[in-house]
């Protein structure tokens, strides 16, 4: 089965633009998913508020690469946030002190991403975007300027299932 999806932006900063990957087959884009999954109330508030803390930051400083938790492997871009302990993971590529992109994440109960089905899922689209993107902007459909992504930002996937 063939996965179709965007990135769209959907935060402005004066430091960094915050875009999402958004399914084309869902109604709210991957972060706005990952935060309905814990609503307030839900025994997560303290590690979300951390979350939120967080991205607050990065919006006035910009996305600087001591706030990320690299997961992936070296240079497929894939970071976490927070990089403190917690049990909740947001995960995203940053491609630029004044470009992140956001993807799903959850709750990490196990030692590593890869032993999570969820989580593995979130992240290996992650690592395939982030391929897909810097193969376009090596040849030229995409580019960066300042904090926008320039071109065609639709994608597709085979699932591996």
Same mark, same amino acid.
């Given at each position: 089965?063939?996965?179709?999806?965007?990135?769209?932006?959907?935060?402005?900063?004066?430091?960094?633009?915050?875009?999402?990957?958004?399914?084309?087959?869902?109604?709210?884009?991957?972060?706005?998913?990952?935060?309905?999954?814990?609503?307030?109330?839900?025994?997560?508030?303290?590690?979300?508020?951390?979350?939120?803390?967080?991205?607050?930051?990065?919006?006035?400083?910009?996305?600087?690469?001591?706030?990320?938790? @690299?997961?992936?492997?070296?240079? $497929?871009?894939?970071?976490? #946030?927070?990089?403190?302990?917690? /049990?909740?993971? &947001? !995960?995203?590529?940053?491609?630029?002190?004044?470009?992140?992109?956001?993807?799903?994440?959850?709750?990490?109960?196990?030692?590593?991403?890869?032993?999570?089905?969820?989580?593995?899922? @979130?992240?290996?689209?992650?690592? $395939?975007?982030?391929?897909? #993107?810097?193969?376009?902007?090596? /040849?030229?459909? &995409? !580019?960066?300027?300042?904090?926008?992504?320039?071109?065609?930002?639709?994608?597709?996937?085979?699932?591996?299932?």
């Amino acid at each position: 089965m063939t996965l179709r999806y965007s990135i769209e932006l959907i935060e402005e900063h004066d430091a960094v633009n915050f875009y999402s990957i958004h399914l084309s087959e869902e109604e709210l884009s991957e972060l706005e998913r990952f935060f309905e999954k814990f609503p307030e109330g839900s025994p997560f508030d303290e590690d979300v508020d951390t979350i939120i803390a967080w991205l607050d930051k990065i919006g006035e400083t910009g996305a600087l690469e001591r706030y990320f938790r @690299y997961e992936g492997k070296y240079g $497929d871009g894939v970071s976490a #946030i927070p990089i403190e302990t917690s /049990n909740l993971r &947001l !995960y995203c590529i940053r491609l630029s002190d004044r470009i992140l992109i956001f993807g799903n994440g959850g709750v990490k109960n196990c030692a590593a991403w890869q032993d999570s089905d969820t989580l593995a899922e @979130y992240v290996e689209m992650l690592v $395939d975007t982030s391929r897909f #993107i810097t193969s376009c902007l090596a /040849n030229g459909t &995409l !580019y960066m300027v300042d904090k926008e992504i320039i071109g065609n930002l639709n994608f597709s996937r085979d699932e591996k299932k």
